[in-house]
């Protein structure tokens, strides 16, 4: 089945440890997203990707990074800057660089120890 | 900056019901997507419905259809004959058409409730 895998789905992070948030999809989508989820609050986009090697920063970028060195993948990691990271994590794509539907992935919910 | 608007935190409704979810949302744009998405206690976004600002007919899915205002800038969505399956957070997005962006922004939510 096609889909978008994200993993694990709970993830704890220690103060001072940067953590990588696993992200695969088999759908052939050319672009892809991150958006973290805070408790009564909307989706808040954190990096987006339109193309293989290319992306570009969201509303809330700062204490974060990506990768996008193949279409079927786009890891976030979660660094020691990020000074909030406790949130769900969502991650997304769509067939090209458009609006006209988002897939979602099951999400990661990170905690701080 | 488009911003989305959703008034209600949460709504209640009786399983057999109907309810209707609020929304409104503001931009310059005159082409443009809204959309409703669902998250369960699973927390996996689901898509509701989707809404091209082109179009002047209302989308329709089953017993979820929505109320397209484009003139007011609002978006509500009616859910008729209400299950116990359809509690969950509902969660209102606009996205910009050509997707030079490449994001949608979402509204804060509405959490709904259904009453056996």
């Known amino acids: 089945d096609g889909g978008i895998t994200q993993s694990p789905k709970y993830l704890f992070r220690k103060e001072g440890q940067n953590v990588t948030l696993s992200c695969e999809q088999n759908l052939n989508h050319d672009a892809m997203y991150w958006y973290r989820q805070d408790p009564g609050q909307g989706l808040r986009l954190i990096y987006y990707s339109q193309i293989v090697n290319d992306f570009q920063k969201g509303d809330i970028a700062e204490g974060y990074s990506v990768s996008r060195e193949k279409k079927e993948s786009f890891p976030l990691t979660v660094t020691s800057a990020q000074k909030n990271p406790t949130a769900f994590y969502l991650c997304?794509?769509?067939?090209?660089?458009?609006?006209?539907?988002?897939?979602f992935g099951s999400g990661t919910q990170l905690s701080v120890l | 900056a488009q911003t989305v608007t959703q008034s209600q935190p949460e709504m209640s409704v009786q399983e057999a019901e109907t309810v209707t979810l609020s929304c409104t949302y503001d931009t310059s744009e005159s082409d443009y997507y809204l959309f409703w998405y669902k998250q369960p206690p699973s927390r996996q976004m689901i898509l509701v419905i989707r809404q091209e600002a082109y179009k002047q007919q209302n989308a329709t899915e089953n017993r979820f259809s929505v109320n397209f205002q484009k003139a007011a800038k609002s978006f509500s969505l009616k859910i008729s004959d209400s299950q116990l399956g359809d509690a969950a957070m509902y969660f209102c997005a606009y996205g910009n058409y050509g997707g030079s962006q490449g994001n949608l922004i979402f509204g804060k939510g509405t959490k709904l409730s259904v009453k056996p």
């Open positions: 997304a794509s769509t067939p090209t660089a458009t609006n006209e539907k988002l897939f």
